[in-house]
């Protein structure tokens, strides 16, 4: 009874803002609803404190999620965006945000654009999420980077973007860099280190708490026993700024090619009201281009490494390499979208520390269809299977190897 109240009421909220939203010229909000049906096999969700690479672990009847993504415009050339979230899980606030910032877009006096964003962003990865409420248009679980991407990284701070169409290359072709300063982002990597990769549709909120798997080197007694056992992704720890560099080049709308390097500059040693910081280190590469038939692609590729403690035998106490990447084809027919994915990640260790395996490799597909029945209503469903082997789970009693299965039902209201 207390979830279907929650339910109702963070449902009525949400409603009571975006139409208050919309009545006001210059603002709009999009107020989004995903409910659905969805049938599961494989481990206890990580959600629920084990080793589930998957949100859900039982089948039934769910309410993804319900968000209000609003954007005004105070001035000429400022603009606000304050993205709001809601679940009923038990890991934060029933409500809370992924996103508020302010854009600055000066009036042009040349052929390059600038802009300043200042606040709480996401850091411009995802070529999936691109929908109001930082929605995928595509599937409706986002991939395994961009699912590590909306439960670990945000940036709180600032972001300069620079951006020219060049006239002597026929006004087709746009380059950018974005460079961004943010704080409160040293945990990030924890999860990906002492959980593993993951394949899911839930974005954290800034007062989640992230739960761990009952990892052996944070019980009592243990190396790591000052952590919580869970983690809170967006905390500043030791007063250090973080930062990265992006570069893209788009060709009109046939080819957009996205390049980053992005540092939190963590100090591996600084603890801070039960939490670690963790210098987290990656390159990013994304392309989305067009293939004969009306086929869209997306690739993504991610390689890096996260680190935490003090150096033991030439490694930090947690050491750890990751990568991962992807490829989406998608096609639409009139009101109706194909989409499949093949993800692939991995984690190596590179520390010797006792109870510590956190080496993974695996691989997930994705089978989607969606079907819009409106601007409004759309109807998807989707097949998820993912097979890891990873090579801590025998701390738990389980098998090192498993395939996890998802199939999902979905409503999508927008308006």
Known sequence: MGRVLTTAILLAVLTVTATAAEIVDGHEAVFGIDAGYLSMSGHPSWTEGSVGKLRYQDDGVVLNRAFVDYNGRVADTLKVHIALEGYDDNLGSAIDFTQAYVEWRPLPKSDARYRLKLGAFYPRISLENVDPGWSSRYTLNSSAINTWVAEELRSTGAEFTISRRPASLGGAHTFSVNLAAFIGNDPAGSLLAWKGWSVHDRQSRFSDDLPLPPLPQIQPGMMFEAQDPYVEPFQEID????????????????????????DNRAEPTAIEQCQYAWKTIFNHIGVQTTLPGDVGLITQWMTGSTVMGPVIDSAHAVDVEYAAYFALLTRTFDQHRVSVRYDHFDVSQNDETEEDDNSENGHAWTL????????????????????????????????????????????????
């Open 239 to 262: 007063n250090k700024v973080g930062y990265y560099l992006n570069a893209e080049w788009q060709l009109g709308k046939k080819l957009l090619v996205r390049a980053m390097h992005y």
């Open 368 to 415: 989607s269809y969606q079907y819009s029945y409106s601007d409004t209503i759309s109807l998807a469903t989707e097949w998820l299977s993912i097979k890891t082997h990873h090579y801590g789970w025998v701390y738990y009693g389980l098998a090192p190897m498993a395939t996890e299965r998802q199939f999902q039902l979905t409503l999508r209201v927008r308006f």
